[in-house]
């Protein structure tokens, strides 16, 4: 069962939500220096933690599972989110170059299903990161 996205977000609205927000937030950052000419994904409630990269990257959309619901993002321009089956993303083979996998893993169901998607749409020598 996925977690809704209103608690989800009201959860990182919070005061205990912007401290894992940025301590998880500097970690991703260690982990990826540099993302300039990527292609990245967010798949689950990754949004807080795509806004840094935005800039950087190539390409930056979220996709969020629609058992867990949607909500817009960013707040200052297109929309760069949609709503899909975390085991059929709507997108072409090898297309992600750095995939992050937010308050996804846990929820999902079946889990091999889910990882044979995300192993489809990574591109060869691509980074995949979970957050649990």
């Known amino acids: 069962m996925w977690n809704d996205i209103v608690d989800l977000r009201d959860f990182y609205a919070s005061t205990l939500g912007q401290v894992a927000g940025h301590q998880i937030g500097d970690r991703i950052r260690m982990m990826w220096p540099n993302v300039a000419g990527m292609?990245?994904?967010?798949?689950?409630?990754?949004?807080p933690y795509l806004q840094p990269f935005r800039n950087e990257a190539e390409r930056v959309v979220a996709i969020m599972p629609a058992s867990q619901g949607v909500i817009p993002w960013p707040e200052d321009g297109p929309g760069l989110v949609t709503v899909a089956e975390e085991t059929e993303l709507p997108l072409p083979d090898r297309s992600i170059d750095r995939l992050l996998l937010v308050h996804a893993l846990e929820s999902a169901e079946p889990v091999r299903v889910l990882m044979r998607e995300l192993w489809r749409v990574l591109a060869d020598g691509g980074r995949l990161l979970m957050v649990v």
């Open 39 to 47: 292609r990245m994904l967010g798949l689950g409630f990754a949004t």
